[in-house]
T-cell receptor
């Protein structure tokens, strides 16, 4: 079974802090994704990566950056956290070589910015 | 721009009362349509992939179907454990690197005894 592990289930931070969210997958997937999920807005793609050190902006990248130094690990960084970044953050991974493969998700990090 | 609309937003059923959830989409060439189930406080769990119009997939009480404009998730004789949010997503042919998905906002299903 595919395992996508997010380092924290719940996180509380203060405005202006630099926040790191970590994600690790164990299936040798090339693609990794970061989403945020808000009521009524669904899942929105922040950033994705299809190879080590490669990254591409998703639909809402402002205020975020990412890092992918190893194939299995993808980090989301909030450079200076703001209250409007309070949300559920979901990491996912999938194969790139095989099209139509589903993305597999972690259980999410519920982040509160005070 | 790819778009996915799910209806209804919420659905309440009695145990055993069959129904269908709708996912309508516009996409510049469909590579695949995906259904996920999401329980409260958890990440989405993959259910089905559909590739072409006329295709059907089944799993226990769930059956997913696909036309050129929409997909249906049919739930037959549902049980309380089927209560969850069901998400639909599409992958376009011209998706570039990363095989991106566009998600709908989901249907929240509650099945009562």
């Amino acid at each position: 079974d595919v395992k996508v592990t997010q380092s924290s289930r719940y996180l509380v931070k203060r405005t202006g802090e630099k926040v790191f969210l970590e994600c690790v997958q164990d299936m040798d997937h090339e693609n990794m994704f970061w989403y945020r999920q808000d009521p009524g807005l669904g899942l929105r793609l922040i950033y994705f990566s299809y190879d080590v050190k490669m990254k591409e902006k998703g639909d809402i990248p402002e205020g975020y950056s990412v890092s992918r130094e190893k194939k299995e690990r993808f980090s989301l960084i909030l450079e200076s956290a703001s209250t409007n970044q309070t949300s559920m953050y979901l990491c996912a991974s999938s194969f790139m070589r095989i099209r139509r493969q589903p993305q597999h998700f972690g259980d999410g990090t519920r982040l509160s910015i005070l | 721009e790819d778009q996915v609309t799910q209806s209804p937003e919420a659905l309440r059923l009695q145990e055993g009362e069959s129904s269908s959830l709708n996912c309508s989409y516009t996409v510049s060439g469909l590579r695949g349509l995906f259904w996920y189930r999401q329980d409260p406080g958890k990440g989405p769990e993959f259910l089905f992939t559909l590739y072409s119009a006329g295709e059907e997939k089944e799993k226990e009480r769930l059956k997913a179907t696909l036309t050129k404009k929409e997909s249906f998730l049919h739930i037959t004789a549902p049980k309380p454990e089927d209560s969850a949010t069901y998400l639909c997503a599409v992958q376009a042919v011209l998706t570039g690197g990363g095989n991106k998905l566009t998600f709908g906002t989901g249907t929240q299903l509650k099945v009562e005894l």
